[in-house]
């Protein structure tokens, strides 16, 4: 299994819930490991709601370690938690960005409070069930991260912050193995979660309804929503509220273009529109606190060919050489080909040989060498010409 010892080790596995993290602790001990399981909690401020899902998980995380034969320990990191993310993320939302508080998660806690943790345990190693994969490269002497072996789980995206010494200390099982196998060994082992929905959205707002969370943390600020040609079609209900490329919960149904506004978007080639064209936000204005949207999911306002990134994170220690490499400036999107320029230990750009669709400043930027994820960083800017 990769870079799995043949020596037996003590190795505390982050056990969720989940069925990933569960093939995980038995896999390291059919291998003959020492396994201890940790769960972690790390939000508490409304437990009791529907939408927090920490409790039952825990209740699985705890009959799966009976049913593999480790033991269990329940550590709270919510104080580390609401510090070293959640302040973060409700701090880049009222400045108008779109924050991953997942990535953000798992630099701060999962592999930083939680790895200290386990090393506090004894642990020569932790492990955890996401689809990536470690790799030692004896010629250069560095640990690699790579994208896990089943394309369509691969989460070296949210991984990209790590570095070498998170790294050497880091096992991903499940990385070397298709979703559906470890669903099939799950349901072998008889494991109580082998049928267990995968959890989505960000750990901290569940399945609520994203802007009903945002609503107890920032305070609402209206303002007009206007077209590409600065004409008002309603009213938006604070900045914070929506991200670029959106076209749900704007309020402005299918405005009809009038004349010239039609001509207008007819010559940029995009037939029909102004008749039932969707709407998709493409700027936030924080100055006039005004919400610039446009028709048409091709629209130039939408596409960049450049961007900026700061706040970077290179995996092997120090900023990859300016290449030509790939990048997605979004989870679950193909590689797109680009050229890094001027890279340095915090920023860098990339120039993409086809133009990105909604490049969101917030969002992070994570660059991939084939299968390799060398590192990335937050999005500042991009090249679109807004006009406005």
Known sequence: MGEVSKAKQRIVVGLSGGVDSAVTAWLLKQQGHEVVGIFMKNWEDDDDSEFCSSNIDFVDAAAVADVIGIEIEHVNFAADYKDRVFAEFLREYQAGRTPNPDILCNAEIKFKAFLDHAMRLGAEKIATGHYARVRHNEDTGRHELLKGLDPAKDQSYFLHRLNQAQLASTLFPVGELKKTEVRRLADEIGLPNAKKKDSTGICFIGERPFRDFLNRYIAKAPGPI??????????????????????????????????????????LGQRGAGEHEPWFVARKDMGSNTLWVVQGHDHPWLLSTELHMQDCSWVAGTAPEADAMAAKTRYRQLDAACELLAPSSTQASLRFEQPQWAVTPGQSAVLYQGEVCLGGGVITASNVQHGA
């Open 226 to 267: 206007k077209n590409d040609k600065g004409r008002v079609l309603g009213e938006h209900v604070g900045l914070s509220f929506y991200t670029l490329g959106q076209r749900q919960g704007l309020g402005i149904g299918g405005v009809k273009a009038r004349g010239a506004e039609l001509k207008a978007l007819q010559a």
